[in-house]
């Protein structure tokens, strides 16, 4: 079956502790993205990448790392949680960045950092 | 400053009848949009899209509108079901970053849609 996962689902946690939300896509897809979710601000995209080894800021970048070392993984990296980064993750693929195909989104992943 | 609006939080209508969802924007670079459809605890689901070339696209029981001088676009939803409850988000598309190899989605708010029996 053709999906994005996303792991963990959900997860609290306390501010500065670094976290990891893994995402992997099993359709050969290019391009990958992260965007967070907040009540009354509709989806932001946070970072994108191309293909392997080629990632880019979106809107919303400040606070995130992230790393493209295999086509199919894209996690996302919270190297200092602060609490305004509380909200709802999705990862995103589409099968080639030249052309505005449509995204296929992951389950999400709702964190709260404390 | 919000370049996809979509001004009705909710919507409900009869099973059987027309649904309609509408959207706005403002970003004249946009060239491609597109409608996800959301559940509760799950991530959007593409429904359907439209090229900035086109004034209309069809899939079944959706339809997508779009009409580019007035800045809007459409969905229609025939006949509705009430399956088809969920939160609708409108999307729209430009190229944008290095090399214009970003095709970020750009969302509305959404509008949560209820279909009752």
């Known amino acids: 079956e053709a999906q994005v996962t996303q792991n963990p689902r959900y997860l609290i946690t306390v501010t500065g502790k670094k976290l990891t939300v893994t995402c992997s896509q099993n359709m050969n897809h290019e391009y990958m993205s992260w965007y967070r979710q907040d009540p009354g601000l509709g989806l932001r995209q946070i970072y994108y990448s191309m293909n392997v080894e080629v990632t880019d800021k979106g809107d919303v970048p400040e606070g995130y790392k992230v790393s493209r070392k295999e086509k199919r993984n894209f996690p996302l990296i919270l190297e200092s949680p602060s609490p305004n980064q509380t909200s709802l993750y999705f990862c995103a693929s589409s099968r080639n960045p030249v052309g505005p195909y449509e995204q296929y989104f992951g389950p999400g992943t709702r964190l709260t950092v404390t | 400053d919000q370049q996809v609006k979509q001004n009705s939080p909710s919507l409900s209508v009869q099973e059987g009848r027309i649904s309609i969802l509408n959207c706005d924007y403002t970003?004249?670079?946009?060239?491609?949009f597109l409608w996800y459809k959301k559940y509760p605890a799950e991530g959007p689901t593409f429904l359907i899209s439209?090229?900035?070339?086109?004034d209309k696209n069809e899939d079944g029981r959706f339809t997508v509108f779009l009409n580019k001088s007035a800045k809007h676009l459409s969905l229609h939803i025939v006949p509705s079901q009430p399956g088809d409850s969920a939160v609708y988000f409108c999307a729209a598309s430009a190229k944008g970053g290095r090399g214009g190899s970003n095709y970020k989605l750009t969302f509305g708010k959404g509008t949560l849609l209820t279909v009752n029996p």
């Open positions: 439209i090229s900035s070339i086109k």
């Open positions: 970003n004249s670079m946009f060239d491609y």
